[in-house]
């Protein structure tokens, strides 16, 4: 490598990061100035003595350029290039000289030759006309730059009839007498680094010129290499196009297209601005004279989606991420994705968060969660009936409890929640083995309506239980027993949810399941005659588990939704009281606290039909304490003393948490001792 290259190679390591210095109006202005560009410039150019009579190279590390079809920007493959110039004298800023190129493809080395035509304004912006003699003219735009005390030209070109080569490079000037320029040679993509991001990202297009409607194309640069980028484009009518490129380090852009169906080139100019979350390119048509058209064309960076998503509806960012990783290939264009990607790139705010909630798993993978809060007040009745069977030590009873819900999960933190209704039934026997053991088993049915509040996203999980379970009490000492229980149930479930962007409604059946295990400790603490106090701890394991499941109904946005598993270990503390208002008349009522000692955010794994990777969708942090109470009014021995006779009672029991979840259930309860 000679001493020049290295200095280059030190002289762009040190500009790494400038290619963002121009506004918006610099761009303007960059393409008014280039619509000038081949008027007469002005007296004393000061550019004249720097371009008469000088011979420029292209540096080891600029050698890359780009080959393609003439009919097709899809497959670009990578060649080396080196051009010479030797330009003659320039007046004005008008110049006349010579150019030999020498294109490396592969093992093969193409000589060529063009006379050159060339014109630069006192601003430094370059427009240079290259003819080959038979026809073929092709149109050079660039600036001079300073280069490390250097002055350069920054130079962009397309050129070819079959095959296209678009090439940039920093034109540096040499003295033929003392250095030989190398070789062609195909080099390492190192130039431009700052503009890599851009490989993967959508874009939209507006150019009613180019066209033919103020209407926005989608397009998507799909590679990126060495300051070069392609990709393909969809027109607002369906008709596609594919398009080649460069930027350099100081954000020009030479970007050509081609239509799929009718291949003739438009060459367009300016500049680009931004990063990888806010950007633009700002254009102008340009003719085979080098002349700007006055035709503008503006490409707009789709912002990334999930940037809406984190402020707007946080739960809907790995959607977001697995949407856009999407859009920023040919899939997002023409793939089962594509009329989807299509309406998110023309969102914005609240309804780009709209229409991502609407992607997700019903209630925004909150299902098992949410199913499990429906399911907690069955054991708080088994609870209940176990600490009822201190009145009936001995003997065994049947008993009954139809009970009805409500329920519902407050949006927190930008995640929504829920509303649920339902009811059912438990029934059971129990009985004593002896002074010191009681023995039960209950089944119970329930059914639960669960409804997404996610505005504009609605969702809907209907689930309905069949469960049995066993419970046991022991005394340990006087007033002092020890409490188990031990149950699981079958969960039929039915989610459904609405896809606006498909439009359609994604549904899906599945049967999970749940299990509970729980043991407590009771004291028993008679007051008075009439009142009796019950401290209580209480530790209860639950786990509710949904299968893989997969919906139809939305099409390429219908879900294939992964296995999700809901835990919780809850230890609780509270106090019971029973107090007779008369002989067949009871009060009772408890209070208590718990705190989950487990995880309590949720999250599920999905994945479109339609393609894309997969991605998880987190429900809330919510709070692991949970407050619980209840009241009860028992009448017993209703039908007489005889077998014992029949117990009444009517139950109101709550639960809430400092996260917005309220649980409230009524009840009726039967005994009948058998």
């Known amino acids: 490598m000679t001493q020049r290259d290295k200095a280059w190679r030190a002289r762009k390591a040190r500009q790494a990061g400038a290619g963002r210095r121009r506004l918006s109006k610099a761009a303007l202005g960059a393409l008014l100035i280039l619509g000038a560009g081949t008027s007469a410039a002005r007296a004393q150019s000061q550019w004249d003595a720097i371009i008469s009579n000088s011979y420029w190279y ?87 730059q300073q280069e490390g005390g250097v002055t350069t030209m920054e130079m962009q070109m397309i050129t070819g009839d079959t095959m296209m080569v678009t090439h940039w490079a920093y034109m540096t000037p040499y003295d033929p007498a003392s250095f030989t320029p190398p070789a062609a040679q195909v080099v390492p993509a190192v130039a431009s680094p700052q503009w890599a991001w851009t490989q993967g990202t959508p874009w939209r297009l507006v150019s009613p010129s180019l066209l033919g409607t103020t ?43 081609v239509p799929t169906s009718n291949p003739v080139i438009t060459n367009l100019y300016g500049e680009i601005e931004g990063d990888s979350l806010s950007a633009q390119m700002q254009l102008g048509v340009y003719d085979s004279s080098g002349t700007y058209t006055g035709q503008a064309a503006l490409v707009t960076l789709v912002q990334p989606y999930v940037t809406t998503a984190a402020v707007l509806n946080p739960a809907a960012t790995g959607a977001a991420l697995a949407l856009y990783r999407v859009a920023g290939t040919a899939d997002g264009l023409v793939g089962p994705l594509a009329p989807a990607i299509s309406i998110l790139n023309a969102l914005e705010g609240q309804a780009l968060a709209t229409a991502l909630g609407q992607t997700l798993p019903a209630l925004a993978g909150n299902a098992s969660r949410a199913t499990y809060d429906t399911q907690r007040p069955l054991q708080q009745i088994v609870a209940n009936r176990i600490a009822m069977r201190t009145d009936v030590p001995s003997g065994k009873a049947g008993w009954a409890q139809p009970f009805g819900a409500l329920a519902s999960q407050a949006t927190q933190a930008g995640y929504s929640g829920y509303t649920a209704s339902g009811g059912g039934f438990v029934a059971g026997v129990d009985g004593a083995l002896n002074d010191q053991v009681t023995l039960g088993g209950w089944f119970a049915y329930s059914y639960a309506g669960l409804t997404g509040n996610a505005v504009g996203a609605p969702s809907s999980l209907d689930v309905s239980s069949y469960a049995l379970g066993l419970y046991g009490s022991t005394r340990l000492a006087p007033g002092l027993s020890l409490d188990l229980t031990l149950d699981g149930a079958f969960n039929d479930s039915s989610e459904s949810r609405y896809v606006g962007l498909a439009p359609g409604t994604a549904s899906a059946d599945y049967t999970g399941t749940t299990f509970h295990a729980g043991a407590g400790l009771r004291q028993d603490i008679q007051v008075s005659p009439g009142l009796r106090l019950t401290p209580t701890v209480r530790l209860d394991y639950a786990t509710v588990h949904s299968p893989a499941y997969v919906e139809s109904g939305a099409g390429a946005l219908s879900l294939s939704v992964a296995a999700q598993t809901y835990q919780e270990l809850m230890v609780t503390a509270g106090l019971r009281a029973d107090y007779r208002l008369s002989e067949p008349l009871r009060l009772t009522g408890y209070a208590g606290v718990g705190y989950n000692m487990l995880d309590t955010q949720t999250q599920v794994s999905a994945s479109f039909l339609g393609g894309g990777p997969s991605f998880t969708t987190y429900g809330a942090d919510l709070s692991p304490w949970l407050f619980s109470g209840g009241i009860g009014l028992l009448g017993t021995r209703l039908l007489g003393t005889g077998m014992g006779g029949l117990d009444l009672g009517l139950n109101y029991d709550l639960q809430a948490s400092p996260s917005g979840f309220v649980n409230q259930t009524g009840s009726l309860s039967l005994k009948l001792k058998l």
Do not use: E, R
């Open 215 to 257: 209407a926005a194309a989608n397009i998507v640069i799909t590679h990126y290499s060495g300051g070069y980028f392609w990709g393909k484009g969809v027109a607002p009518g369906g008709g596609t196009f594919t398009f080649i490129g460069s930027m350099t380090p100081q954000g020009k852009v030479l970007l050509s297209t």
């Open 58 to 144: 292209v540096p080891v590390p600029n050698m890359l350029a780009y080959g393609t079809s003439g009919t097709s920007f899809a497959n670009p493959f990578a060649v080396g290039d080196q051009t010479l110039w030797a330009l003659g004298t320039s007046t004005n800023g008008v110049f006349t000289g010579s150019s030999s190129a020498t294109l490396a493809v592969g093992p093969f080395v193409t000589p060529s030759s063009m006379t050159i035509q060339g014109t630069v304004t006192d601003s430094g912006q370059i427009t240079m006309l290259f003819n080959n003699g038979a026809g073929l003219t092709t149109v050079g735009l660039g600036v001079m």
